[in-house]
């Protein structure tokens, strides 16, 4: 199983990225996806979940009305928009698959598997 987090780089606060996640080695449309974050010197933080289906989706308070996570079953592909970044956004960001139930879905340890992370960084 191997899950491919990319899109990352530099943005200028205001400004937006994409992430992508591809899967592969899994059947992706059986499991939830979801996108955390680690800044330095901090704990990995919950950002986004997807359900398998894509019928629903949840965010941290701290980026609702900004992100929007989606996925495409058929190219076994999760996405992360992000707009209006501010520097506080600044992280390295890490797709992860599996399947929770939703009083777990901010949970790591909820999550099967991981990919290795693409840096996001907003200058101020």
């Known amino acids: 199983v191997q899950l491919q987090a990319s899109g990352g780089g530099l943005v200028q606060a205001g400004g937006s990225l994409r992430l992508s996640c591809a899967a592969s080695g899994l059947t992706f449309s059986s499991y939830d996806m979801a996108w955390f974050r680690q800044a330095p010197g901090k704990e990995r933080e919950f950002v986004a979940a997807?359900?398998?289906?894509?019928?629903?989706?949840y965010y941290v308070d701290s980026v609702k009305g900004r992100f929007t996570i989606s996925r495409d079953n058929a190219k076994n592909t999760g996405y992360l928009q992000m707009n209006s970044l501010k520097p506080e956004d600044t992280a390295v960001y890490y797709c992860?698959?599996?399947?929770?139930?939703?009083?777990?879905?901010?949970?790591?340890?909820?999550?099967?598997?991981w990919g290795q992370g693409t840096q996001v960084t907003v200058s101020s």
């Open positions: 992860a698959a599996g399947r929770a139930i939703t009083s777990t879905i901010s949970a790591p340890w909820a999550y099967n598997y």
């Open positions: 997807i359900r398998r289906n894509g019928g629903s989706t």
